[in-house]
């Protein structure tokens, strides 16, 4: 019997760290960092999930043919100091601090690594480590993941080594990458600066900015494409680095920004105000703008029916949406962990796919990410085992149905339920493994969930759950959405219009109005980031919605990642438990497990856990 290849991918040291297992070029583990250190978008080496990996697959490090890390440290390092250079004596502070830490860290990479392995103490790695570049690593976990055996390849992002986006093609098992755009010009980069000055925390807060772009006007659109950026036909761009402090200093905006917009940036947690809401709503409309050019001019370049996009920006999905409906091209798929995570699936495939040449095969309908679920799982014995510690009581059910069926019950009563179930999700969204649910029909569960279990800003929206057959009965979306990254309207019928008051109501004070019969998962603008779920991918979900259509008649639920603001999603039924208990919560339904809130004891915690997480 042939011996299966074993290749690791390891994406690490920036942020979001990860490792993923392929095992003879199928998907077999990948989990982030975060996950198991509580540490949101933990940048250190993935020891945790290396180790998950290799559980996972019942191997060793000895076992391992190939490490494939997400990008090339030499390349990066050379345009640190080329940035620098160009920009001396601006950014000494900055240089001082960062050239150090690379020296140490980063420079040496391919040693560091060996190090790092070895300390895990899970036998001796003596393959070889190869090292695509960034944008290949994201290229690739958008294409070799994907349904298509041909598509055209977007990969928008801050910055690899040098490249900010790339064009491509994937066709079979090979990639081309056409041409990119290349640092301090930066899509990715200006929509931070954005959050930045806006008052959120850049690589983490970029999703609020989108969040919050509904709740405002982009009149200062025409200011940034005046003073900000030039962009041509074909969506390639500059920026004007006069108003930029990235490339080589502390800040990712400065004073001449400042004036610009007659603002300073926004102290974090303090209030919002109608001009954050109008930045949100005017870099939002730009980078819209740029990337349906950008997506127009690919598509006549490869004449391709299907477009495939990885890097952070890819998780714009209210951008995606806008690229599906008026898009030119008929199937999009986006990498469902499209940010720097995903590099390690990427990089890992492309050492199969490319630089072993191994074939690939597509159905133009499936991807090969398993519904994303790639990580840990838990027996109901090992999920009671952790949940004893803290004298936690509930009740086992026997029969799936039962429990499916109490679950619906409760939801529909009104009440809230961490859902724990099967393997943890790959990504930054939760697909109904690790989520927390609740009844969309419910005016009052965004409010609810935002301001007493999330403990996040109020204008944050939910995401729906649907059933993938009963989509288009909500929304005008008529395909599916597996992985909550496109935005599509509610359809008119469900739609409830706005009184002429409530039309002339600025910012916040739209949050309140119910807009459909399904408010809880209905933005301002009446759009809602979809999750569709199938029945083969995710079988138990699947079948709760089910049962809830049958007992409401409506087959969708909020969704959201069952965490608080600042904590990574939960991996373990400890993490479940502990999260349940310091928020409002009403229910945990974890495996075949259900407990109620006020069948507890009181949770005795020496710290205060609200310091314990830093607010993203």
Known sequence: MKKPVYILGISAFYHDS??????????????????????????AFPSNAVNFCLKAGDISLSDIDHIAFYDKPFLKFERLLETYYAFAPHGIRSFIT?????????????????????????????????????????????????PYQDAAILTVDGVGEYAT??????????????????????????????????????????YKVMGLAPYGKPRFADTIYEHLIRVKDDGSFKLNMKYFDYPAGLRMTNSAFDSLFQHKPRKPESSLTQFQMDMAASIQVVVEDIMMKTVGYLHKKTGSKNLVMAGGVALNCVANGKILRNGPFENIWIQPAAGDAGGAIGSALAAWHIYLNNPRKSDNIHDTMIGSCLGPEFSDKEIEKQLSQFGA???????????????????????????????MEFGPRALGARSILGDARNKDMQKKMNLKIKFRESFRPFAPSVMLENVNDFF???????????????????????????????????????????????HVDYSAR?????????????????????????????????????????????DAYLCFMRTEMDHLVAGNWILSKSEQPQLKENVDWKKIYELD
């Open 18 to 43: 990860a490792a993923a297992l392929v095992k003879d070029g199928g998907i077999t583990a990948a989990a982030q960092e975060e996950r198991f250190t509580r540490k949101k978008h933990d940048p």
């Open 98 to 146: 960062a050239i150090p830490v690379w020296i140490k860290e980063k420079l040496f990479l391919k040693q560091n690594l060996r190090k790092e392995l070895d300390a895990l103490g899970c036998g001796e790695f003596k393959g070889k480590i190869l090292f695509p570049e960034h944008h290949v690593s994201h290229a690739a976990s958008a294409f070799l993941a994907s």
């Open 165 to 206: 986006t790339t064009i491509g093609r994937g066709t079979g098992n090979q990639i081309e990458l056409y041409s990119e755009i290349d640092f301090p010009h930066s899509l990715g980069l200006l929509y931070s600066a954005f959050t930045y000055h806006i008052g959120f925390k850049v690589n983490s807060g970029e």
């Open 393 to 423: 009581k509930g009740r086992l059910y026997e029969n799936e149905n039962e429990l499916l069926s109490k679950t619906a019950e409760i939801i529909a009563d009104g009440s809230v339920v961490g859902w724990f179930q099967g393997k």
């Open 476 to 522: 005008d979306l008529k395909r599916e959405s597996p992985y909550m990254l496109l935005v599509d309207y509610v359809k008119k019928e469900r739609c409830i219009g706005m009184t002429d008051e409530q039309d002339n109501f600025f910012g916040i004070d739209k949050l309140n109005i119910v807009r459909s019969d399904v408010p809880a998962v209905t």
């Open 530 to 574: 979809i999750q569709t779920v199938d029945r083969k991918t995710s079988p138990r979900y699947w079948k709760l919605l089910n049962r809830f259509k049958e007992l409401t008649g409506y087959g969708i639920l909020v969704n959201t990642s069952f965490n608080v603001r600042g904590e990574p999603i939960v991996c373990t039924p400890e």
